[in-house]
């Protein structure tokens, strides 16, 4: 079949851009995040550039040298540049592309990771890396024009503060799914705000974390960010769990009384979050996934690492997931089925230790670990050793029971959680925020075998409704639990 003519290519191409951005924006809503890009499939792409005269933003690439358009290059809006000395092509240059690929327009579309080797942009947000307690940062105030950036999988923010529509200051909110308590709300494309925040100094586009919106308050000026982790006071009661934000699968369990020893705060405030794989330290090439554990006591400073181990009176428990999808953006690896180990790091080494005692668990896709000494870093590495260090739980134990995805998800205000049980078992089905903490339980009895299914209504145990955002719904049959995640949108 014959290609079409290149002019042809750049009406189509421009027809589509503008249906799928409109597509994009309907299907995440006003506060909605796009899908993440680690569902969507990378690709590593080289050829010549054809750019669209038109449309200074659009970019096409000829990989076969017939001059006609193969994918379209999604850069950004035309005032977008990363400070690693990466710059847009001109007309004719042969360039290599790495990112991430939509097959579902009528011609591929590329969002740029990377060009020759430079970085353009992360393929996921590292919000870990803004979680700088304000405490330490100079206050601002300033006010201007919102500029957003919708190229990528989720809105960045900006602001131009003397109108010569070039931003000035790109507006740090937390992840897309946070969503204050107070009315305040992310701006539109084009609103004039006042905004109040931390100021971060950045080699192309300084950074604000905001504090306030228009005077109403978008976190807290003290302490870390709301969405980073938890507090966990030294005499706790029950077990308190820390979540990884973007993986309701992989978590952190500290008991009661594990931090009774002398050395220990009134409070800790926990983060455990999932890193890029090219941020683990030495990691080594069978590398799956990631994790970093960050402690800090009341007065900000880091409480764990460096030296100064956290060594608590009983063992935590940490979970973790292991991802089988080895054309995410994350760069994962392949997947070796129960063929893996969980290395922890040692800050004070610089070298990394096999943990040896573990549960796999096959229905779930992940391992269980028990730890005394926190380390910095945990990960899943693929392991091609005949015999795995992984302990099953029980290969030939039958399922026990299933959880289905809730349904609607997104979801607004209701939606169903349905569960199927093999035989009579003590059921508790909770609900939990994306801090971990648990905002309403659902089922809590003996329930008989077969399929049960339970509403819930966005609401708290007092019957308050509850903000947009990331919830987590995870269900305990007898001594077993799994979780799923779900999405309210208002």
């Known amino acids: 079949m014959r290609k079409r003519s290149l002019a042809a290519t750049f009406i189509m191409v421009f027809m589509i851009s503008l249906v799928m951005n409109q597509s994009l924006m309907s299907q995440t809503g006003k506060k909605g995040a796009r899908a993440w890009p680690d569902t969507l499939v990378t690709i590593t792409l080289e050829g010549t550039v054809l750019p669209d005269s038109t449309h200074k933003n659009l970019y096409f690439l000829d990989v076969d040298a017939d001059s006609v358009a193969d994918y379209v290059l999604h850069f950004g809006p035309e005032w977008y540049s990363p400070d690693t000395g990466a710059e847009r092509p001109d007309y004719g240059d042969y ?3 790495f990112g991430s690929v939509n097959y579902e327009s009528l011609l591929p579309t590329v969002i740029v990771f990377e060009i020759n080797g430079l970085l353009w942009r992360e393929p996921i947000e590292n919000w870990w890396q803004h979680q700088i307690w304000c405490d330490s940062l100079e206050m601002i105030t300033v006010e201007g024009t919102v500029m957003i950036d919708t190229t990528y999988f989720y809105d960045h923010y900006y602001l131009d503060i003397d109108a010569d529509d070039i931003p000035d200051y790109l507006l740090n909110f937390g992840p897309p799914w946070y969503e204050p308590d107070t009315g305040a709300e992310r701006p539109q494309d084009g609103d004039w705000v006042v905004i109040e925040g931390g100021l971060i100094e950045n080699e192309n586009v300084d950074m604000i974390i905001v504090i306030s919106i228009n005077d109403l308050a978008w976190r807290d000026r003290i302490g870390p960010a709301p969405w980073s982790g938890r507090w966990v006071r030294k005499q706790h009661q029950g077990k308190q769990r820390i979540g990884s934000p973007l993986d309701s699968l992989s978590w952190l369990e500290v008991p009661q009384g594990a931090m009774n020893g002398r050395e220990f705060p009134d409070s800790l405030f926990f983060e455990f979050l999932e890193v890029w794989r090219d941020s683990i330290p030495n990691r080594p090439d069978s590398t799956l996934r990631g994790w970093n ?5 009341p007065s900000g400073k880091r409480f764990q690492g460096q030296g100064n181990m956290a060594r608590f009176g009983t063992r935590l428990r940490i979970q973790l997931s292991i991802d089988d999808d080895p054309s995410s953006a994350l760069g994962k690896t392949t997947f070796y089925g129960n063929n893996v ?6 800050e004070e080494a610089e070298t990394w230790s096999v943990i040896d005692e573990m549960v796999y668990d096959p229905i779930d896709g992940t391992v269980m670990i028990e730890v005394e000494s926190l380390d910095s870093y945990y990960i899943i590495v693929g392991s091609d050793e005949s015999a795995t260090r992984v302990v099953l739980t029980d290969p030939v134990m039958p399922v026990l029971f299933e959880l289905d995805q809730n349904y609607p998800n997104p979801f607004n205000p209701t939606t169903m959680i349905r569960y199927h049980l093999m035989d009579q078992a003590s059921v508790t089905l909770t609900i939990y925020n994306s801090l971990g903490q648990i905002v309403r339980t659902l089922v809590d009895e003996v329930q008989p075998a077969g399929s049960h299914s339970v ?5 708290e145990a007092s019957v308050n409704r509850v903000s947009s955002g990331h919830y987590y719904y995870e269900l305990k049959v007898n001594d077993r639990t799994v ?6 949108l208002k």
Do not use: P
């Not at 554990?293 to 006591?297: A, E, G, K, Q, Y």
């Not at 509403?455 to 609401?459: C, E, L, P, S």
């Open 341 to 346: 180990k969980v290395m922890s790091w040692d």
């Open 483 to 488: 979780s799923k995640r779900m999405l309210l």
């Open 455 to 459: 509403q819930w209504d966005a609401t």
């Open 95 to 97: 360039i290599t592309i």
């Open 293 to 297: 554990n960050h402690l800090t006591d």
